[in-house]
């Protein structure tokens, strides 16, 4: 099923796409440039703002574009100032973007960072049995301009709370995909959109601070590997051995660690930069001696950096995040081996942080 609403959001259109369009309707091509500095440069919120365009051009780029097609519909704030944001889509779906305000996901951030965590599909076909976004199913993939408009909507919060300098177009650090959604397997409109945000015409923004994250498609991390953009890549681990992912996580059955290590290594050398491996904790399935043991091994190995990340319990789920002690074992055990490793401690658990869970829990509020 193809998702295609009756004006397309404008935030998918490129400066190549929107000139096109433009002199198919009879209109300058150079209006295209203005349009995408009033949406990226000046962060015009209508169309009505964009003053330099004749009153008659704005009405018809109406027409044929939607200017806001993610609309917040609840924000959440957690203690430490994790904000999450559930956005409503044109066809009433709901997907989620957290802004998280403190160092927590990548490599040598110590000081305290802005990262916005963006999603790429309604649901998830993938179906790991931790996770919240996989409960419910696969829905649809997000358009390129639904995937813009996530960055876009933070933008214009942050703007309205922010001093941003003026050579910054961000008011940013990183940008992570780790949302709702596998990103790779919607790839055809994920490196589109990632392109958008990096353009100079877009958001201007690095590809070195975005980072992609994947429960372990295969072919696509080899096709990222070859892309020309330096994104960074982590990899949703969770198991350290077959037995193990196999239990959590299905796509280990078709993509094993033997397809999914030469994989990573080969983005490695082919970007020369550090891989994430993520690795939730859950008690009693992959906290163990062993589980570390093989963890610290594939991590120096690949040079990795490890992000553990103790589980966020999900209601209707059977697992349980491991005592603190238990997660200090884990990690010391990691950090003697000299693994470069780092602890989540807390960012939004209060607001469930973990991806899928406030749509989830929206959800089951409407129902209830
Ligand atoms: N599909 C991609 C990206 C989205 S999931 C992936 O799997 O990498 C984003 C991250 O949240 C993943 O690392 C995922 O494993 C993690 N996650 C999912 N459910 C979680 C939970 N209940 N507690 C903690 N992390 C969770
Ligand atoms: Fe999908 Fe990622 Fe959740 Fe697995 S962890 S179900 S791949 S969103």
């Given amino acids: 099923m193809k998702y295609e609403p009756e004006k397309k959001p404008i935030y998918g259109e490129t400066l190549d796409s929107l000139e096109a369009h433009l002199v198919e309707i009879g209109e300058p091509k150079f ?16 169309w009505d703002a964009m003053s330099n365009l004749p009153k008659p051009l704005r009405e018809r780029l109406e027409e044929s574009f939607d200017i806001n097609p993610a609309k917040r519909v609840l924000a959440k704030e957690s203690a430490d100032e994790t904000e999450k944001l559930l956005l409503e889509l044109v066809d009433r779906s709901l997907i989620e973007t957290v802004v998280i305000r403190a160092p927590q996901i990548g490599v040598g951030q110590q000081n305290s960072r802005k990262t916005i965590c963006i999603s790429t599909q309604v649901g998830c076909a993938y179906g790991c049995k931790f996770c919240a976004s996989g409960l419910a199913g696969w829905k649809r ?15 214009h919060l942050e703007d309205a709370t922010t001093q941003r300098a003026k050579e910054e177009i961000a008011s940013f650090d990183n940008i992570v995909v780790m949302g709702m959604g596998e990103p790779m397997a919607n790839y055809e409109n994920l ?50 051995t077959d037995e193990v992912r196999d239990q959590i996580m299905p796509i280990n059955k078709r993509y094993p660690l033997d397809q999914l290590i030469p994989a990573i290594r080969r983005y490695d050398e082919n970007k020369g930069r550090m891989i994430t491996l993520e690795f939730i904790l859950i008690e009693a399935i992959n906290d163990t001696f062993e589980q570390a043991e093989a963890l610290a091994e594939i991590a120096l190995d690949l040079n990795a950096h490890v992000n553990l990340i103790p589980y966020n319990t999900v209601d209707g789920l059977e697992w349980k995040r491991p005592s ?5 074992h884990f990690y010391e055990r990691l950090k003697r081996k000299d693994v470069s490793v780092t602890i ?14 406030l749509k989830l829990q929206t959800e089951q509020d409407l129902k209830a």
């Fill in 31 to 46: 209006r295209a440039k203005q349009v995408l500095d009033w949406l990226y440069k000046k962060r015009a919120h209508s």
């Fill in 141 to 155: 993939d997000l358009s390129v301009g639904e995937i813009v408009a996530q960055l876009i909507h933070v933008c």
């Fill in 191 to 240: 490196l589109p959109a990632l392109r958008i945000l990096n353009a100079p015409w877009g958001l201007n923004f690095g590809a070195r601070r975005i980072t992609v994250s994947t429960s372990g498609i295969v072919p696509k991390i080899l096709q990222l590997a070859e892309e020309p953009e330096q994104f960074r890549l982590a990899i949703s681990l969770h198991g350290a």
């Fill in 324 to 328: 603190l002690t238990r997660q200090d």
């Fill in 344 to 357: 989540r401690r807390e960012k939004g658990h209060d607001i469930a942080a973990a991806c899928g869970q």
